[in-house]
Nanobody
Framework: VQLQASGGGLVQAGGSLRLSCAASGRTFSNYVMGWFRQAPGKERDFVAAISGAGGSTYYADSVKGRFTISRDNVKNTVYLQMNSLKPEDTAVYYC????????????????WGQGTLVTVSS
């Protein structure tokens, strides 16, 4: 599976962005998809994950109620809608895929995209 993330940019606090992650390769719907983020000097943190069919989602407490993960298995794409952005959301955002485990643990994910930078100004 090859993953290509896009949609990052500069936004003011309170604004919105939608990240996309396009997948190619094997059957996309077999994979749990996750979003992670890494701020400068910090570890890579879990943001959100969605099951293969899209029926189950899980969010980090820090983004719950502001971010929404979704997927389109026809377009082989997973999305992260980010609303009410805060300066502390500034990070490089990565999409990742694993075979069937809805988990927050980065090492459980087998495939990673290249990352897209989100910068939230105050």
């Amino acid at each position: 599976v090859q993953l290509q993330a896009s949609g990052g940019g500069l936004v003011q606090a309170g604004g919105s962005l939608r990240l996309s992650c396009a997948a190619s390769g094997r059957t996309f719907s077999n994979y749990v998809m996750g979003w992670f983020r890494q701020a400068p000097g910090k570890e890579r943190d879990f943001v959100a994950a969605i099951s293969g069919a899209g029926g189950s989602t899980y969010y980090a407490d820090s983004v719950k109620g502001r971010f929404t993960i979704s997927r389109d298995n026809v377009k082989n794409t997973v999305y992260l809608q980010m609303n009410s952005l805060k300066p502390e959301d500034t990070a490089v955002y990565y999409c990742a895929a694993n075979w069937g485990v809805l988990t927050t643990t980065p090492r459980a994910y087998d495939y990673w995209g290249q990352g897209t930078l989100v910068t939230v100004s105050s």
